[in-house]
């Protein structure tokens, strides 16, 4: 299952947009406040009619301040008065790919006191009510559930010790959609779960080795797989093992040079990470336990992250995609980002750059990306310069280069802000050490011209 194009109207900052995706990774970047986000929440919406079709699944809805407003003014006087209007019908509509086949789906909400349709749904639905019924079967090994989740900017790791029972472990393979369009959802049902698979390991092994079975431990299989996915996004930074310590009654990583410690002891971004790839790993061995060590990299899906580079280090940005999409080779991810280093690690078909004039929006696909310079698609992609304009130093640099370029480099402005920027830069800023090669060669095609005077 993938999305392959949505359209919305009348949501949040759309008045009429469309937008596609890429079946396997699609890269949202935009200014702040300019709808990034509204289109993660509005593929959210748009998968609710498949989620409401399983007791652990929940749509969501179109809410109120979803509907988009409109100024209206009346001017009384001097005094301008603005009413703002909202504007109907709000309409999201989508087409995605179910085993090969297109399918088209909307949603809609027609008025304030209205609820949010599932009739032009249909066939999202159909498919919905037929995986439900598949797994009502004697045997539902060969049905395979694609996982559906959205992180948002709330992701953390933030739970206390998981001292709590276990009775409440929903076993249901359902239950790997439990919550799973709440963008600030908590990671405490994945904590209990890992809590409940070490302790069944446990009891496991024991039954094995006193009946002197050969088979695999299940349990110990599907937490591998969990763990494997978790190596595999904070391996980089030195991470090994993650396992339950029933001394702290709490989650631990494993680290080479820092020892083991709790996950709450991490930094932000360590748990930024930890926290979605746990939760993501977590849903697909409910999802699918039938595939134990393989259901991180044979469950297929839809995986919606708001700001991927969310409290991370400019090199882990740089890995932070590369990693999600080794661990979990099947999944549908659509980002947003307002990192270059991110940027610099996809291909200029996964970027759509939201660019807006007054109320018309384009979107701007990138001829080039991977493996660019940051800097580069920091100025062609986001539209922003290298250097802060703001700071007085960078505008006496431009000024300057902008002098040494109309052959004005010795005139007394020139002089005065050469000797100004090289206290500032002590040797080490490349662009004076460009404007000294320019003008060199710059006085020897002066000199050569007052020779021929």
């Not at 989650?251 to 748990?271: C, W």
């Not at 790839?277 to 991180?296: F, K």
Request: proline fraction near 4%.
């Amino acid at each position: 299952m993938y999305i392959t194009k949505l359209y919305l109207e009348n949501f949040r900052c759309y008045d009429k947009f469309e937008i596609d995706f890429d079946k396997d990774l699609t890269v949202i970047v935009a200014e702040n406040g300019q709808g990034k986000t509204a289109i993660l929440d509005a593929v959210a919406i748009a998968m609710g009619p498949y989620l409401s079709c399983f007791a652990d699944g929940k749509a969501r809805s179109i809410r109120e301040t979803d509907v988009r407003q409109t100024v209206e003014t009346a001017a009384q006087t001097q005094l301008e008065i603005y009413r703002m209007k909202s504007q109907y019908p709000v309409v999201i509509g989508a087409e995605g790919d179910i085993d090969g086949k297109k399918i088209t789906w909307q949603r809609e909400l027609n008025n304030a006191k209205g609820r949010t349709t599932m009739q032009h749904a249909k066939m999202l639905s159909a498919y919905g009510r037929r995986m439900v019924e598949a797994l009502r079967a004697k045997d539902d090994n060969n049905v395979v559930l694609p996982v559906i989740a959205y992180y948002g900017t709330g992701r953390m790791w933030n739970d206390s010790k998981l001292r709590n029972t276990i009775k409440d472990i929903d076993l249901e393979r359902s239950s790997g959609y439990m919550d799973c369009m709440e963008s600030t959802s908590s990671y405490v049902n994945f904590g209990h779960w890992v809590k409940y698979a070490v302790m069944s390991a446990m009891e496991m092994e024991r039954i094995i080795a006193e009946k002197h079975l050969q088979e695999k431990n299940p349990y110990r299989e599907v937490f591998k797989a969990v763990e494997q996915a978790i190596v595999t996004c904070i391996g980089s930074m030195g991470w090994t093992d993650i396992d339950y310590s029933f001394v702290r009654q709490n989650l631990v990583l494993k680290h080479k040079t820092h020892g083991i410690l709790p996950i709450e002891a991490l930094s932000d971004g360590a748990r930024s990470v930890i926290s979605m790839v746990a939760d993501l790993s977590y849903r697909m061995v409910r999802l699918n336990p039938d595939l134990g060590i393989n259901a991180v990299l044979q469950t297929p899906g839809i995986v919606l992250i708001d700001e991927v580079d969310m409290h991370l280090h400019p090199s882990w940005q740089q890995t932070v995609l590369y990693d999600l999409r080794k661990a979990f080779p099947m999944v549908q991810f659509i980002v947003t980002t307002h990192s270059p280093q991110v940027l610099t690690t996809v291909p200029p078909e996964s970027i759509r750059a939201l660019r807006w004039d007054n109320d018309l929006i384009d979107i701007y696909q990138p001829d080039f990306s991977l493996g660019a310079a940051s800097y580069q698609l920091l100025k062609d992609i986001q539209n922003v310069d290298a250097r802060p304009q703001c700071v007085p130093v960078v505008k006496d640099l431009k000024r300057y280069l902008d002098l040494v370029s109309d052959d004005k480099w010795d005139c007394p402005e020139a002089l005065e802000l050469r000797k100004k920027l090289d206290k500032w830069a002590a040797g080490r800023e490349p662009a004076l050490l460009r404007a000294d090669m320019d003008i060199r060669m710059r006085s020897f095609r002066r000199k050569q011209h007052e020779k021929n005077i």
